[in-house]
């Protein structure tokens, strides 16, 4: 076709032209930083402190005051008798926390910030410091991007290997294999199949959750075929300078053709495959790449041996087009994993690691439910871990359960100085969970309350979650919101004040009332009606302002009836909710037999 090169040529002689100019934007820029740097690191120089010399103005006594951003590695130091603040690297804020505290100095100079904006702030200012660095780095990229261009023959990017991945290591998801065998029996011996006249779907598309193993599925479906496996991530697709990503689809395929049969597997599908827009810039781009896919699928000749893999957690994005027959015309939807599978998965991964013989992998399987595959991988790898800094010879039953919990909930930070004030205020809101559960039928079952901080969490009420479910009844998403809001109803009416700490619940509760009216059609007045605006923003429009505004006040309505609740249940329990707190405060955890007690 001439006249599809003629156009090709066009659009590369556009593109030089584009780099070239972004090329002189580029130097021009990194002279004007680099001076402006020079000029005012000077000044910063003088104010700076080595790590060293911080610990040993801290022996001296001679630091009033440091403080620290959490996630950040530079501090701000006081020194006495000098008014300026020093800026100071520390490597790790846990490490310095715990040198202070083993020096048994006075812990008062060290000052933890959570402050976002700080945090923020310290980025900009370390981006800032690294910016020539980084300008130098894209300028190399370019040239070498722009020697891509000339060169046509070669593949960037894409990945091949030969997959030893086969469905021996893909646990549960039997019917979903059955599917997937035909798509290897057509990669085996594609010639039965063109004999007897029969079409194989080209593109198969992967939907379910992050780590439930669509990337495991593609790998293996190849190494069970015994063919080359090329994948890039949809991401990667996505590129600074327009018509790049349409030629690496099409160098994607190219290279595919050259090595068929094989399995090509792209990734993160959406990220290219979303809705076609009019709209300019970054959008045209995507429309480019996605374009560009739509031919490269319908260009295959039939005797050639390719199978299309995506995967994707959000195929209502795709659009309409990918979806027609000829492209991404099979759909296989791989869900969180049952009982069954997830004892599966354990056993899979269980395989080459040594456990005592108390450990039981089918309960770890039913106490997790709404797991992932990855999360249940990563499990038993944190347990392995957790069991060799603990020096035991074998994974126990008590190295899971930790290993569960940080999976979970994030690491226990125990180094983390609370005050006294925060560990009430954390107390008596763990407590309203606890204390509003333990008065509702479906929420009741709780396995653990905490105050130690986790990850982000001050503290958690873990919940048993021992029973798969398909269904989630309209009574148990309006309880687990009042459960969701005893947490804030409890800081309230004890402390007479309510903190950011309940901001993460209030979060969740919405999302789920949201979902409650808009998507489960469970409002008496609107009916079963969803909408889904992330799909079409215009769908709301379409139904009119006051339909708008009727969802809203649903939303509310829910939402506001849960709290009420919540509060009702707080103040006709009272005693039980200060006993729990008191007892939190003294023992940081209270296991499920010990709420039971404590609530009799
Ligand atoms: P996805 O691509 O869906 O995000 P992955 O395929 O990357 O998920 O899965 C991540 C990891 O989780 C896999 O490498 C594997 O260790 C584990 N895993 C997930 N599902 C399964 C499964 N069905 N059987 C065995 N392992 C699994
Ligand atoms: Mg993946
Ligand atoms: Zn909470």
Known sequence: MPERKNRKDKEKEKKNKYLFAFLIILIIAIIAISAFLIISNKDAEENKLTYTELIKQIDDGVVEKVEMTIGSTTAKVKLKDVEKEKQAIIPSTQAFVELIQEKALNGNIIELNQNPEGFLKTIGSGLFSILPTLLLLALIILMFKMQGLGDKGKVYDSETTNSKITFDDVAGLDEEKQEMMEIVDFLKNPKRFYEMGAKIPRGVLLCGQPGTGKTLIAKAIAGQANVPFISMSGSEFIEMFAGLGASRVRKLFEKAKKISPCIIFIDEIDAIGSRRTSGSGAETENNQTLNQLLVEMDGFDTEETIIVLA????????????????????????????????????????KEKKFSSEVDLRSIAEDTAGFTGADLANILNEAAIIATINDHDVITNKDIEDAVKKVTVGLEKQSRVVSEKDKRLTAYHEAGHAIVSSRLETQKDIKEVSIIPRGVAGGYTMYRTNEDKYYISKTEMEEKLVALLGGRAAEKIV????STGASNDIEVATNIAKDMITKYGMSETLGPISINTEQDPYELQLL??????AIGAEVKVLLDNAYIRAQQLIHENRDKLDRVAQTLIKKEVISADEFQELIK
């Open 311 to 350: 995967a994707t957690n959000r195929p209502e994005m795709l659009d309409k087009a990918l979806l027609r027959p000829g492209r991404f015309d099979r759909r296989i939807t791989i869900a969180l994993p049952d009982l069954r599978g997830r004892e599966a998965i354990l056993n899979i991964h269980a």
């Open 544 to 549: 009119g302002e006051k339909f708008g505004d």
């Open 495 to 498: 402390l007479n004040d309510i």
